[in-house]
């Protein structure tokens, strides 16, 4: 079969395209033009821009920053634009491999997912060979529907939720198809907006009510100390009720409108964070609990759910930025454990701001295996 003719850039040339609007980069002589990958990339998009024009090869390898393995090299291949005309290590049909870009037999690979790392949740599917394999969803149609209507057993359910899919290019697939969409799509900041405004005034209130600073500080510190206890809770006994759902339409569609489809499409960037009317049908049952609790002084008791809805806020703001966000040197760990839940194993590592509980109730991600080359 022949090559297709691709252009030969100038060094110059590639390294003029470092823009949000046209980003290059390079490996050995290959280009790429991943303009359209800026976006999607699950360390987020400033972090590609920072390299755009230059010679991406050492930084993939790189252990500290984190080591890239064949998948995000696949997904490169799809950007493929042209070669560098100085480099004579490669011949101009792009047929030779520039050194270190082959992962070979020492990456594993999980067995159910077919992942090996956090850039495999965001290569595009092949929408029309999936469902052909799977029969599962077709991302192309509305998807509730299909999951009511499927008649699909547990099992088989919870297996292909499991398997992360990217649809399209980082857009969002339809989930009704009808009026009902605009409610399913909450774009992040949403969250902040809506519920810090209300967190500042209920502290407010609650200070009226208490003694000193130091009595609102301490409810309120509780509060956020107790979500973190709430959070892992509802990550693992509700989000994650697997094995108890029951193997019927109905507690099928609900687990998949409550956490399935995150799981099911993990890079969706309005379907990450909590709708409002699913937190306030979560968080009214939290402001009765914690006002029976702290009976003796409604203002403590409001004070201890300030801080809660707070954490909770910063779960959301923690869950979003370690999937879509370039993150400090210190939150790069939490942003490896957290993806390694969603594409390695997904009965394990239900803290997403902290790993304190996983570790407390022996819950933590195990690293992968390494399988040494022979």
Same mark, same amino acid.
């Given at each position: 079969m022949p090559s297709r003719t691709l252009p030969t850039f100038t060094r110059a040339e590639v390294e003029s395209h470092k823009s949000s609007k046209s980003c290059y980069v390079s490996i050995g002589s290959k280009v790429f033009d991943i303009t359209d990958f800026v976006d999607d990339h699950p360390g987020g998009g400033n972090l590609i821009l920072e390299y755009g024009g230059r010679d991406v090869g050492e930084i993939l390898k790189d252990e500290v920053s984190h080591t890239h393995?064949?998948?995000?090299?696949?997904?490169?291949?799809?950007?493929?634009?042209?070669f560098v005309v100085q480099s004579k290590s490669a011949t101009t049909d792009g047929s030779a491999q520039?050194?270190?870009?082959?992962?070979?037999?020492?990456?594993?690979?999980?067995?159910?997912?077919?992942?090996?790392c956090a850039e495999d949740l965001s290569k595009d599917t092949d929408v029309v060979s999936d469902y052909k394999k799977h029969k599962f969803l077709d991302l192309n149609r509305p998807l509730i529907p299909q999951v009511w209507c499927g008649g699909f057993s547990r099992e088989f359910y919870l297996d292909q939720v499991h398997r992360p899919r990217h649809y399209k290019g980082g857009r969002s697939a339809p989930l009704f198809g009808n009026f009902l969409e605009p409610l399913t799509m909450t774009p992040w900041w949403v969250v902040p907006t809506l519920w810090g405004p209300l967190v500042a005034y209920g502290t407010y209130v609650?200070?009226?009510?208490?003694?000193?600073?130091?009595?609102?500080?301490?409810?309120?510190?509780?509060?956020?100390?107790?979500?973190?206890?709430?959070?892992?809770? =509802? #990550?693992?006994?509700?989000?994650? *009720?697997?094995?108890?759902?029951?193997?019927?339409?109905?507690?099928? %569609? !609900?687990?998949?409108? =409550? #956490?399935?489809?995150?799981?099911? *499409?993990?890079?969706?960037?309005?379907?990450?964070?909590?709708?409002? %009317? !699913?937190f306030v049908v979560l968080a009214t049952p939290f402001w009765k609990l914690a006002h029976v609790i702290f009976s003796y002084n409604w203002y403590a008791g409001t004070a201890v759910y300030c801080g809660g809805i707070f954490g909770y806020i910063c779960y959301d703001m923690t869950h979003y930025f370690l999937h879509h966000k370039e993150l400090p040197l210190w939150y790069q760990q939490l942003k490896k454990y957290h993806m390694e839940h969603h594409f390695l194993d997904y009965e394990n590592g239900f803290g997403v701001t902290s790993r304190f509980w996983d570790d407390i109730f022996g819950t933590p991600l195990q690293p992968p295996p390494v399988i040494k080359a022979k």
């Open positions: 393995t064949e998948a995000a090299y696949e997904i490169l291949d799809d950007y493929l634009v042209g520039p050194n270190g870009t082959a992962v070979g037999d020492d990456t594993f690979v999980h067995p159910r997912t077919g992942m090996s609650a200070a009226q009510g208490l003694s000193s600073t130091q009595k609102l500080v301490a409810y309120w510190g509780l509060g956020l100390f107790v979500w973190t206890f709430v959070e892992y809770c =509802l #990550h693992r006994f509700l989000f994650h *009720l697997d094995q108890y759902l029951p193997d019927n339409r109905v507690g099928i %569609t !609900l687990h998949f409108l =409550l #956490h399935g489809i995150h799981h099911y *499409l993990p890079m969706d960037r309005y379907r990450l964070v909590m709708p409002p %009317t !699913l």
